[in-house]
């Protein structure tokens, strides 16, 4: 006969079993790799790069608060809902081939997905959007090039990482990839022929002159620009203020 104590026993395994069941694990920046594998460490570090992107986002709206980064966000938002759906739609787990209990399902890769709107976007931004002059140097063609191989390498590399580190197939990246690539050529033809349009539009509101919002589009270097006006202003305000002393 089991005694007051095994029964009691009993119980709190039993309500700490039902405590445990009712916590769900929410783990957006956890990434696991094998033990003393270099290559892998660097890999799931390089695979945290999506978050980065989002906090670079974020930061640019807040201190330039553009209305094209802001577009770009809305699509990124939207990139990420179509993967949503997918997921949830096409329901193919993800490849068990170690002792992980997925939570989610792994068609298509989200993070391949992610990088690879962002690469498509912003090899078109940089080969449409930016202003390119006739007299352009070698140095700005050496930026451009750059930019774009960087954003292509970092999805490519995201990409692999996902795969080496047995959190994807080959086919839920590649569909990831693929779906990516065109969702980034789409929204960035939206933004470019069916939203700009509308920016100088959306600036003049009383509401964007509140959130100090701001059309950088037709200005063709904005960072010498901004370098050019913030000097300018400087020196004015500098020279303003020796006069104001010497009186």
Request: with cysteine; glycine share 6%; charged share 15%.
């Amino acid at each position: 006969m089991a005694s007051s104590e095994d029964i009691l026993g009993g119980a709190v395994h039993h309500h700490a079993q039902d405590a445990a069941a009712a916590w769900v694990p929410l783990s957006l920046t956890l990434v696991e790799y094998p033990k003393g594998d270099l290559i892998g460490m660097l890999l799931a570090l390089i695979s945290l790069m999506p978050f980065a992107v989002l906090a670079g986002f974020i930061t640019l709206i807040i201190f330039r608060r553009d209305l094209h980064t802001i577009a770009f966000l809305g699509g990124v938002t939207g990139n990420e809902i179509v993967n949503f759906l997918l997921k949830h739609t096409i329901q193919e787990a993800r490849p068990m081939r170690r002792d992980v209990l997925y939570s989610e399902y792994g068609m298509p890769s989200t993070h391949a997905q992610f990088m690879w709107f962002f690469a498509a976007y912003m090899t078109l931004f940089v080969l449409i959007r930016l202003h390119q002059s006739n007299n352009s140097t070698i140095s700005e063609r050496f930026w451009r090039v750059l930019i774009i191989a960087v954003c292509i390498a970092s999805a490519g590399l995201v990409t692999y990482s996902r795969i080496y580190l047995q959190y994807h197939s080959h086919s839920q990246v590649l569909c990831g990839a693929v779906i990516g690539t065109i969702l980034g050529i789409v929204w960035f033809i939206v933004v470019h022929l069916v939203l700009t349009p509308f920016f100088p539009v959306i600036v003049s509101w009383k509401l964007s002159e509140y959130l100090l919002l701001r059309d950088t589009t037709l200005i063709p270097n904005i960072l010498w620009f901004e370098y050019t006006n913030v000097r300018t202003e400087a020196r004015a305000r500098s020279r303003k203020l020796v006069s104001m002393k010497s009186q």
